[in-house]
């Protein structure tokens, strides 16, 4: 009898943000959903979030600790695995050419043919956002992918990876929308982990303000429980989940919304 055919290895995604909790908050859903699809997810956190609290008595190394360890505890309940941790104090992420290095050494290592990061470019937000989302595409392309660039590296055995696709999260432009329909409860899980960080006193309230927010999306004509992200490809792949029914969606009720305004108006008109 012939060997039965060996499974296919699983799809790879490697989300790169700034802080704990910038996943559960951006991208929860989508990373969740990518898990239940069989997807290998890998989150790399660039700073423990050290600095992020109001009680002077908790100290940069034991809040980091704290904060990674609700990190690990929110990527379980959304079926993830494995975090890194690369500790660059919080505050003070440099866009250099040592820290671009890391990302690549990352890359390389996970090998992902999709990553998820922030939009460096969204306008006015946290600086480590800013720079960890431009310094994270600038890994991808075309760092990553040139053996000359970062070639000790290379010499080491990490070859050079081509990541196919990046969402950018937190974009003022979303070109790209993912419904999480399905991943509410994981969501609000997730984030009650991060508990030195979330301000909701308890599940029912989350839960609320979620609705509240999915409310307000509906209004401005998005998706009702989705999460948006712009969306960049340097070669084919699969979308992860019905974004471009999604998109198409949310542009027919767009147009079908103008023409109704335009009726009204061309009524009162007459």
Request: glycine share 8%; net charge negative.
């Amino acid at each position: 009898m012939p060997d039965a055919e060996a499974p296919a290895d699983p799809r790879r995604a490697l989300v790169v943000m700034a802080h704990p909790d910038d996943i559960e908050f951006t991208c929860g859903g989508t990373v969740a959903q990518l898990s239940d699809d069989g997807w290998h997810v890998t989150f790399c956190l660039v700073t423990s979030g050290d600095k992020g609290t109001k009680d002077p008595m908790l100290g940069p190394a034991d809040l980091g600790a704290l904060r990674e360890a609700e990190q690990e505890a929110a990527a379980s309940e959304l079926g993830i695995q494995r975090c890194i941790f690369l500790r660059v104090p919080d505050g003070h992420v440099e866009d250099g050419s040592e820290f671009r290095g890391r990302l690549v050494r990352v890359l390389r290592e996970v090998r992902p043919e999709l990553m998820i990061t922030w939009d460096g470019y969204r306008g006015f937000n946290h600086r480590d956002h800013r720079t960890v989302g431009i310094a994270a595409l600038d890994a991808v392309f075309p760092l990553s992918r040139n053996a000359n660039s970062y070639a000790e590296q290379v010499a080491t055995g990490a070859e050079p990876v081509r990541v196919n696709t990046v969402l950018l999260a937190g974009s003022n432009e979303p070109n790209y929308f993912v419904d999480v329909s399905d991943q509410l409860d994981r969501r609000i899980d997730a984030l009650l982990r991060h508990a030195s960080q979330v301000q909701a006193p308890n599940r029912e309230e989350m839960s609320r303000r979620m609705q509240n927010r999915s409310r307000q999306a509906a209004r401005v004509g998005r998706i009702p429980w989705s999460e948006g992200f712009r969306r960049l490809t340097f070669g084919g792949v699969a979308a992860p989940r019905r974004g471009d029914a999604l998109k198409a969606d949310a542009k027919a009720r767009a147009q079908a919304e103008q023409a109704d305004q335009s009726k009204s108006s061309a009524a009162s008109d007459g």
